[in-house]
């Protein structure tokens, strides 16, 4: 088993709509947990940047942690066509303080349509 | 330069052929990684440089690969005795010292066939 798991998907949504992206993972050390945004044929860009749990907003995207659960979610309000691309969950421990060296999920593809 | 570059953007090579995978960092990032992400998966460390320090090989899949940074600039990922399984998106990143914040470029899309 992976230990960090996410839904490929495809997830298709109308625009305008709130989309809800999801991540679960076994291991408790991890602390930092970030969401990344990959347009087809680019390399992924750092969306959201959380440290232990709770939750942190930006503009339409809002990313939570709940470590009790080991889950974390991110959600789009307000979807635009402009969102359609593949998300990716990454997380890691205080212990790796390598940032490059997180572990990734398999990321879920999002289309939102017209 | 502005952004992480890599080149070439596709590569389409032979089994048992040997490539070359550059990568040229933003100017001043002192560490710099190699991805490898296979079709629908995530993300698989593959090597990371820091400055002078010895490089963290700890991700590489066998001994075919193998990469250098020149002059704590750019990095060439070399893949020798190419497979099929090698073919996938091979992407760098290069962050700051210390930073959370990667920055990738846009891969080597590698086929073999």
């Known amino acids: 088993q992976k230990e960090v798991e996410q839904d490929p998907g495809p997830l298709s949504v109308p625009e305008g709509a709130i989309v809800s992206l999801n991540c679960t993972y076994s291991?408790?050390?991890?602390?930092?947990f970030m969401w990344y945004r990959q347009y087809s044929r680019k390399g992924p860009e750092l969306l959201m940047y959380?440290?232990?749990?709770g939750n942190k907003e930006d503009g339409r995207f809002t990313a939570q942690v709940d470590k009790s659960s080991k889950y974390i979610s991110l959600f789009i309000r307000d979807s635009q066509p402009s969102d359609s691309a593949t998300y990716l969950c990454?997380?890691?421990?205080?212990?790796?303080?390598?940032?490059?060296?997180?572990?990734f999920g398999d990321g879920t593809t999002l289309t939102v349509k017209p | 330069g502005a952004g992480v570059s890599q080149s070439p953007s596709n590569k389409v090579t032979e089994k048992g052929k040997d490539v070359e995978l550059r990568c040229d960092p933003i100017s001043g990032h002192t560490a710099l990684y190699w991805y490898r992400q296979s079709l629908g998966q995530g993300l698989e460390f593959l090597i990371y440089f820091q400055g002078n320090s010895a490089p963290d090989k700890s991700g590489l899949p066998s001994d075919r690969f193998s990469a250098e940074r020149t002059g704590g600039s750019v990095s060439t990922l070399t893949i020798q005795r190419t497979q099929q399984e090698d073919s996938a998106v091979y992407l760098c990143a290069s962050s700051p010292s210390g930073a959370n914040v990667l920055t990738f470029g846009a891969g080597s899309r590698l086929t073999v066939l």
């Open positions: 990454a997380m890691r421990s205080l212990v790796d303080t390598n940032a490059g060296k997180s572990t």
């Open positions: 291991n408790s050390a991890f602390q930092y």
């Open positions: 959380t440290y232990s749990s």
